[in-house]
């Protein structure tokens, strides 16, 4: 038999062997190596803020800051912009009679117009957005509740969508796969909007509105595709469509094959979801015209709505926004007044620093002088 014997050193991390072996002991030990970075030995570098080295970068970031923050709110209040709130939740609206009588059952769109004034005229490309109000696309469920496989066009994914999209998984009735799938692209957005020009001769002329280049490229040619096949209503005929749209998917565009389908630009704007429950999503862009120096002249408009699309459920606000670009983006004041905010206060601590230290300093000199 075979004994064993019980060394309380092993525990330790020690290494013994016995001594009929005729081995001497080796010891091993926890303690790290005796060396610099293990025993945090490293040269380092600790600085001793003094006012020489304090207040001059106070002072260079106040004078760096403010001006690019004048720059970028200058910049920002250059950009024109308009917003039309056309919800038709007040009583003697526009859009009042759409807003109460529209649901998500009826098939008609109902159709309203909403007259505005442009007070100044609008150069260069305008890019028309559609905003949502008190509308949570961040919501975890609701973000996870998509299939990426067929947005992307697999066929499998098609015939069986995943789980997460669930309830929108597959349709109640008729048991057949839901394209596209889940709960976001059954909260399409799918209000129509036209713009026209009311002329000071009478006349009504209809703004045009482009409505490719909306969407990012890759999200265009990598993350949706169509599945493959010549014929979409063939491809698609063993679906059915999410429960509030009104049409098919491969209808939504039927005059441009090109944008129809998973790829239609509108779905994909919309399949990016948005962070905060106030928004604004890329709608048209009206391109300048190269023989008029303005895009968008100042004057008397139409909006047409082609009512599809009801808030009152959740309290939302619909509007839409007429808005040039600059070389920063879009119009965000806040940007230039926060940098304007961050180096004022620095240039006001400076200053305060400064006179604190020249008073108190004057007094230490003072009293090291002998009588």
């Known amino acids: 038999m075979m004994a064993s014997s019980y060394n309380a050193k092993e525990e330790d991390g020690r290494n013994s062997n016995s001594s009929t072996h005729g081995g001497a002991a080796v010891a091993k030990s926890k303690k790290p190596d005796n060396t610099a970075f293990k025993q945090q ?3 380092a570098w600790q600085p001793i803020l003094t006012a020489g080295n304090v207040l001059p ?3 260079v970031i106040g004078l760096i800051f403010i001006p690019i923050g004048i720059g970028l709110y200058v910049t920002s209040n250059n950009i024109r912009e308009i917003e039309i709130d056309y919800t038709g939740s007040e009583s003697g609206s526009p859009c009042n009679d759409c807003s109460t009588n529209f649901t998500w059952n009826t098939t008609t769109p109902c159709i309203c117009t909403v007259n505005f004034t442009l007070n100044q005229p609008f150069e260069g490309n305008v890019y028309m957005y559609y905003g949502l109000s008190n509308f949570y696309q961040n919501h975890r469920r609701y973000v996870k509740s998509r299939d990426d496989s067929q947005l992307n066009g697999n066929i499998k994914s098609l015939k069986e969508p ?12 008729t048991k057949k796969p839901i ?3 889940g709960a976001i692209a059954n909260s399409l957005f799918n209000d129509t909007l036209e713009l026209f020009h009311n002329e000071p001769n009478g006349r009504t002329t209809a703004v045009p509105l482009a409505k490719r280049g909306i969407a990012w490229y890759t999200d ?7 599945p493959v096949g010549d014929n979409l209503s063939e491809v698609f005929k063993d679906t059915e469509k999410p429960m509030n749209w009104m ?12 944008n129809n389908g998973f790829i239609n630009e509108d779905f994909i704007v919309w399949m990016r979801t948005a962070a905060l429950p106030t928004f604004r999503k890329l709608y048209r862009i009206i391109h300048k015209n190269s023989s008029s120096t303005l895009t968008l002249p100042s004057g008397s408009y139409t909006l047409k709505v082609a009512y599809n699309y009801p808030v009152s459920s959740f309290d939302g ?9 600059s070389w920063m983006g879009g119009k965000n004041p806040f940007l230039g007044i926060a940098y304007i905010t961050v180096g004022s206060i620095c240039f006001f601590l400076g200053v305060v620093l400064l006179i604190i230290h020249h008073k108190y300093d004057s007094r230490n000199n003072s009293a090291d002088i002998p009588n």
Do not use: G, Q
């Not at 995943?162 to 009735?173: A, F, G, L």
């Not at 265009?220 to 595709?225: A, D, E, G, H, L």
């Not at 606000?317 to 670009?325: A, D, E, G, P, V």
């Open 179 to 181: 394209a596209p799938c």
């Open 41 to 43: 030995r490293l040269p």
């Open 220 to 226: 265009r040619t990598v993350k949706f595709r169509n």
């Open 162 to 173: 995943s789980k997460e999209c669930e309830p929108y998984r597959t349709d109640p009735v």
């Open 247 to 258: 049409k098919p998917v491969y209808e939504l565009d039927p005059s441009d094959p090109e």
């Open 317 to 325: 606000r619909k509007r839409m926004i007429l808005s040039t670009i």
């Open 57 to 59: 970068a106070f002072f």
